[in-house]
């Protein structure tokens, strides 16, 4: 078993790779810490080959392939400012005031593809794909071309999430039936109230 | 029948004289060749299969032939969650089995959908769509839940009229023997439930009272 690379190291080796690649290492705080590559769209199918084709990795075997939706949030942070504050006496003073910061973060949705190498037997290596957001813009490009056992699971988080890849050969609905309208597995979805049975015992 | 023809059945029964009627011979005869159709659809499958084999050995019942054709089978186990993709699949095999048919809905998943009920793709029960003879709770029951739910099934045959107004479903010619099988719309199935079916009817408390 060959050891892998560290995610820097991983993230310095492909953008050499790949040139004009941008990798993001997302790093996980769990005590599994296994730490994800979000690689940007435009270059993900060339850094994919070279994953797949470089000598010393040669991760030749795509074993999961999943999606994650994330909510529009927002976070709050206390932050300390020095501002300008009139005095007592009117003069103006320098003082450090606390103020609440709010960031907010438009939601998105995200592919996440665990890679092996039955070849050199290591693994997993992660990669996150990551669309532009959850509504209209929710492409991002199939890797099926280069692991083939993505195919069906790519048309699954197509059929749950809504993740649109394209390039995939065949994207249908794979679970639900094609007449079906909603993603499911989306955190906002709601099923449909057809329980007449709730007024009785709610 | 009345209870003075009773006490002279018992009567005469006791001077070496056996009396019997019509419909007395004839539940006899169904309630003991119930033969229900090879359908299983999820773990309460097993123990449905566990209950013919030779340890529980529903042979003895007179239902060890699991019929693979609807039209040769005269009960339907439904024997677990039933999947809003398969529910039409299910309505339909129903459809197809000849009068007088039964349904035994096995396991909590078959009733109401059990632990799988609030997912986007289970049917809250398959008593929405088709009339169920007996429900067995359970997860999944074991087999001598559904023996007992065969025998609740045979008890049931047995005191069935062949005529007068309390007379079963099948012995109605008004009344269905096909129910409409659910289609698959944009948010889910269509309708979400089949009132005729799901509506209170002999006093049965897991149907809806309007």
């Not at chain 1, 810490?33 to 850094?47: G, I, T, W, Y």
């Amino acid at each position: 078993m060959s050891p892998l690379p560290t995610p820097e190291d991983f993230k310095a080796q492909i953008e050499a790779g790949v040139p004009g690649s941008v990798v993001t290492v997302i790093p996980n705080g769990s005590p599994s810490a296994q730490h994800s590559l979000l690689v940007d769209n435009d270059h993900a199918r060339a850094v994919a080959l070279f994953l797949r084709d470089h000598p010393d990795l040669r991760l030749d075997y795509c074993s999961l392939v999943t999606g994650v939706d994330w909510l529009d949030s927002e976070t709050t942070e206390k932050v300390k400012v020095k501002k300008l504050v009139d005095g007592p006496d009117g003069s103006q003073q320098e003082t450090e005031v606390e103020e609440t910061r709010k960031t907010k973060r438009p939601g998105y949705l995200e592919a996440v593809y665990h890679l092996f190498s039955m070849d050199k037997k290591h693994g997993p290596v992660i990669l996150r794909l990551r669309a532009a957001n959850r509504t209209d813009q929710t492409n991002i490009p199939s890797l099926t071309p280069v692991w083939r056992s993505a195919e069906f699971q790519e048309r699954e988080a197509f059929d749950l999430y809504g993740i649109v890849f394209d390039g995939h050969p065949d994207l249908r609905r794979i679970l639900m039936w094609d007449g079906f309208v909603d993603f499911p597995m989306r955190k906002d979805y709601v099923p449909p109230a057809d329980d007449p049975l709730a007024e009785v015992h709610p | 029948m009345a209870d003075d023809l009773k006490e002279l059945k018992i009567e005469l029964s006791k001077n070496g004289i056996f009396t019997t009627t019509l419909e007395e011979l004839y539940n006899w005869g169904r309630k003991n060749s119930v033969w229900p159709l090879t359908f299983g659809l999820a773990c309460c499958a097993i123990e449905m299969i566990a209950t013919t084999m030779a340890r529980f050995d529903l042979a003895r019942f007179g239902a060890e032939v699991f019929r693979p054709s609807p039209r040769q089978a005269d009960l339907i186990i439904v024997s677990g969650t039933v999947t809003k993709k398969m529910a039409p699949q299910v309505v339909r095999l129903y459809n197809q089995m000849p009068e007088p048919k039964y349904v035994i809905a096995m396991g909590a998943c078959a009733i109401s959908g059990g632990p799988f009920r609030d997912g986007y793709n289970v049917l809250r029960g398959i008593d929405r769509y088709i009339p169920v003879d007996v429900h067995i709770p359970g997860c999944p029951p074991r087999p001598e839940a559904l023996i007992h739910a065969f025998m609740t099934l045979q008890k049931k045959i047995d005191e069935q009229h062949l005529s007068g107004s309390d007379r079963p479903r099948h012995l109605h010619a008004d009344q269905p023997s096909e129910f409409p099988v659910p289609e698959f719309g944009a948010h889910g199935l269509e309708p979400a439930q089949n009132m005729d079916v799901f509506l209170a009817e002999n006093g049965n408390p897991l149907k809806v009272i309007q």
